[in-house]
């Protein structure tokens, strides 16, 4: 499994071995997720609570983009 970052940050893709692939974006103050080229679904509080439980990349990309967040509102 690779990260990739978009140029559009804050978001990303996750690529596995078999090609497929899942992507996170922030938009509008919450977070979505697509698998391949599906549609894009709101993560509910729970999912954003797995991910952070499994601490899976998706958690570890919400950090960091809260700490971002947070020196940028601190500037």
Known sequence: MSLHLSD???????NFPSGDFNEYRFRQGCVEFRANDGPWRLLDDADIRLHFVLRTEVAKWLRRESANAYRAGAA
């Open 8 to 14: 559009s940050l804050p978001s990303f893709r996750l």
